[in-house]
């Protein structure tokens, strides 16, 4: 079959999947399978190999079950790099990359700023700073051996000098800090179910449902920054202003709300106290 048609099948079975977005994932699919851009998918009529079309429908079939397209192709964009994912860690999203650019303001003026990524997970948030600034001296930490071993393979797969320590929360690291940055998990547990499958039943839990880790940071945080240093949050749409509550309540000023790019309020920090 040529590439084309390919798609016209793959399409289809992700369609009555229920697959959200079934031609652009079969797209992203068949371009991995054939090791090609997707627009390069639509430049040559010739037929697939037998090999790769094969491989093209075995993703199919796992994209099907509802497993997310990340973890199908094991990979994922973030900001200006492509990381290692698997189902070890979350999957990086946009709204994580507006925490990002939030956080690289907040320290734009520093020559070398000290950053803490706690529960870093894949390391995007610790690897896309380090990226953009390549002054930071970025630390991410994580309770999961199993996230940490994903983190690692994307500072190897990178080369960025981001160091990674397992524990929990600040994992024994004094500081002081010029930032910490936190994506916690903050999914209430009565939503679950909600979900989609994609999220629901393959991201990893302990990293979805909430915890008390923002409150706990929150709490912690302010001995380990440098006196009007940064705390910075990715929270869940609707809890912004709950959270920035809890950063006053804990004598952080210059609390500030911040709009993912659909406009809704996923991104909170304030500063230290001097």
């Known amino acids: 079959m040529t590439a084309r048609e390919l798609l016209v099948s793959g399409t289809e079975e992700l369609n009555r999947a229920g697959v959200p977005s079934p031609r652009v994932d079969a797209e992203w699919l068949l371009a ?14 010739d037929e ?35 990381l290692r994912v698997d189902p070890r860690v979350l999957i990086p999203r946009p709204e994580t990359e507006v925490l990002v650019g939030r956080c690289l303001e907040l320290i734009a003026e ?11 997970g894949s ?36 080369g960025l000098p981001v160091e990674l320590v397992e524990g929990e929360l600040f994992a024994g690291l004094d500081g002081p ?12 547990p009565g939503d679950v179910t909600a979900l989609p499958p994609e999220v629901g039943e393959h991201e990893p839990r302990a990293a979805l449902i909430e915890s008390g880790a923002t409150e706990a940071i ?10 009007g240093g940064s705390l910075a949050f990715e929270v869940a749409d ?35 106290p001097r």
Not at 177 to 188: A, G, M, R
Not at 218 to 227: D, F, H, I
């Open 32 to 45: 991995h399978a054939l090791g090609v851009s997707r627009t390069q998918l639509y430049a040559d009529g």
């Open 48 to 82: 697939a190999s037998a090999d790769r079309e094969l491989v093209f429908r075995e993703l199919v079939a796992r994209r099907a079950t509802r497993e997310p397209l990340a973890y199908v192709l094991g990979e994922w964009g973030f900001r200006r790099l492509t």
């Open 110 to 120: 520093l020559a070398e700023p000290r950053v803490l990524d706690i529960g870093t």
């Open 123 to 158: 390391g995007a948030i610790a690897l896309a700073i380090a990226d953009e600034h390549p002054g930071a001296r970025v630390t991410g930490t994580d309770s999961a051996a199993d996230a940490l071993a994903v983190a690692s393979e994307n500072v190897a797969l990178t």
């Open 177 to 188: 800090f010029d930032l910490v940055v936190s994506n916690p998990p903050y999914v209430d």
């Open 218 to 227: 929150a709490r912690k945080a302010a001995s380990r920054l440098v006196p």
């Open 238 to 272: 609707g809890k912004a202003n709950p959270v920035a509550d809890l950063l006053r309540a804990f004598g952080y000023r210059q609390v500030t709300i911040g709009e993912d790019l659909a406009g809704r309020e996923r991104v909170v920090d304030g500063r230290a």
